[in-house]
C-alpha cells in the first residue's frame, strides 16, 4: 500500500482551518457544558440528540474525568441499578455483580460515552481551562472566560495572555468536586456554596440527581459539582448518578431552552 501525497504544509493546513472554522462556529453555543466527564459528556449528547448546538470545554487533553480510570487507579466502572440502563442505551457492555450492582471496563464506557457525545453532535474544545464567567442583565450568567491550560504552567511574570469569550444561552458546571464555576459565582457574593461531605455512596447518589438544576439564572450543576454547591456526601467510585445526572441536566436545559 501506498500513501496518497500530502505535504507537511497540506497537513497544517488541515488542523488549522478545521479549528478555526470550528471555533467561530461555537463562539455562540447554545449550552457551553465545562467539564467533559461522564456528567458533562451525557448531557452533552443528550442535548446534541435533539440538534441543541453544545461546546464542551475540557482542561485536559483528554475526556472522560474519573471515567476512565474507576477508583484507586483500578479501571473497573462501577453503577448502581437503575443506571445500568444507561449502559444499554449507549451500547456499554457490562456484567452483573451482585443484585443491585454492575461493573464495566473504564475505557469502554469512556470511550463509548464520548463517541456518543461526538457522533450526536457536540463539539469539544479540550486543554482548554474556565477562565471566568459572563454576565449579562440581571445578572444572568451568559456564556464562559477560557485560555489555553498550559498557559497555568508557565512562570508568573510571563503569564499575561488574555483569555477570550464565548457566549451561550445556558452555561453548565460539571467540574466534578471543584465546581470551578460556581466557585466564580461565589466569588462575587452571587451564590453560596457549601463543600461537599464525607462519603455515603448511597444518600450521595439519590441526592446528586434530586439537586440537579439551575442553581442560578443561566447556570446548570450536574455531577458532583453539586455536591459541592448543596453540601451533599461525595459518593466515591461510583458512576450512576452521574449518567442520570447529566440527563436530568439535559432535560432541564432543553426545556428552559424552549421556554424562552
Known amino acids: ?15 488549522i482551518s478545521q479549528f478555526a472554522k470550528d471555533m467561530d462556529e461555537y463562539i455562540e453555543s447554545d449550552v457551553i457544558i465545562i467539564g467533559g466527564g ?53 451500547g456499554i457492555r457490562y456484567e452483573r455483580y451482585s443484585d443491585s450492582l454492575y461493573i464495566t471496563p473504564g475505557p469502554l464506557a469512556c470511550s463509548k460515552l464520548i463517541a456518543a457525545a461526538c457522533e450526536a453532535g457536540a463539539k469539544i ?21 477560557i485560555n489555553w491550560s498550559p498557559i497555568s504552567a508557565l512562570p ?3 503569564t499575561c495572555v488574555d483569555p ?8 453548565f458546571d460539571a467540574t466534578g468536586h471543584d465546581a470551578v464555576v460556581v466557585k466564580k459565582l461565589e466569588e462575587r457574593d452571587l451564590i453560596k456554596t457549601v463543600g461537599f461531605g464525607a ?23 450536574t455531577g458532583m459539582s453539586v455536591s459541592t454547591t448543596y453540601g451533599l456526601p461525595r459518593m466515591g467510585p461510583t458512576f450512576g448518578s452521574m449518567l442520570l445526572s447529566g440527563k436530568k441536566g439535559a432535560e432541564i436545559a432543553y426545556d428552559l431552552l424552549n421556554n424562552k
Open 125 to 145: 474544545l479540550n486543554m482548554t481551562k474556565f477562565d471566568d464567567i459572563v454576565i449579562r442583565e440581571g445578572n444572568r450568567v451568559a456564556g464562559a472566560v
Open 156 to 158: 508568573r511574570e510571563i
Open 38 to 90: 461522564p456528567s458533562g459528556l451525557m448531557a452533552a449528547k443528550e442535548l446534541a440528540s435533539r440538534n441543541v448546538k453544545v461546546l464542551v470545554v475540557e482542561r485536559n487533553n483528554y475526556l472522560g474525568g474519573g471515567f476512565w480510570i474507576g477508583g484507586y487507579l483500578m479501571n473497573t466502572i462501577t453503577i448502581r441499578a437503575p443506571a445500568h440502563k444507561v449502559l444499554d442505551e449507549l
Open 199 to 221: 462519603m455515603w455512596v448511597e444518600k450521595s447518589e439519590d441526592l446528586v440527581v434530586e439537586h440537579t438544576g439551575e442553581v442560578y439564572p443561566g447556570l446548570i450543576a
Open 1 to 15: 500500500m501506498i500513501f496518497e501525497h500530502a505535504s507537511e504544509s497540506d497537513i497544517t493546513k488541515a488542523i
Open 164 to 171: 477570550v469569550a464565548l457566549e451561550s444561552r445556558l452555561l
